[in-house]
Nanobody, 127 residues
Framework: QVQLVEAGGGLVQAGGSLRLSCAASGRTFSNYAMAWFRQAPGKEREFVAS????????YYADSIEGRFTISRDNAKNTMYLQLNGLKAEDTAVYYC????????????????????WGQGTQVTVSS
């Protein structure tokens, strides 16, 4: 069974930065594309960014506007999301997720394409 554990959330002022991490169990981490989603209070969960299995390809939601950077370290079984220039509207629970299908896949923002999810980490941005 795959387990994903997020960390790094917290309270930060607008304009500040945070670095989220997602640690994965198992020996197949490097075979799967990964992604970050977020869910703000009263809203549906939305796609934030994804990274290919090798880390060479990344894909972002338009709303991120170049402020966030997704990356991964396959040697450490860990994925990251660097959040810069945070805004109040970035306040949400951030989730990491692993794709259902291994290998080279097209980027996807659909929750349906992800098989495993972490428990989430809260990011709160004060204005």
């Amino acid at each position: 069974q795959v387990q994903l554990v997020e960390a790094g959330g917290g309270l930060v002022q607008a304009g500040g930065s945070l670095r989220l991490s997602c640690a994965a169990s198992g020996r197949t981490f490097s075979n799967y594309a990964m992604a970050w989603f977020r869910q703000a209070p009263g809203k549906e969960r939305e796609f934030v960014a994804s990274v290919s299995s090798s880390g060479g390809y990344t894909y972002y939601a338009d709303s991120i506007e170049g402020r966030f950077t997704i990356s991964r370290d396959n040697a450490k079984n860990t994925m990251y999301l660097q959040l810069n220039g945070l805004k109040a509207e970035d306040t949400a629970v951030y989730y990491c997720a692993r794709r259902k299908v291994s290998g080279a896949v097209l980027p996807s923002r659909r929750e349906y394409d992800y098989a495993y999810w972490g428990q989430g980490t809260q990011v709160t941005v004060s204005s």
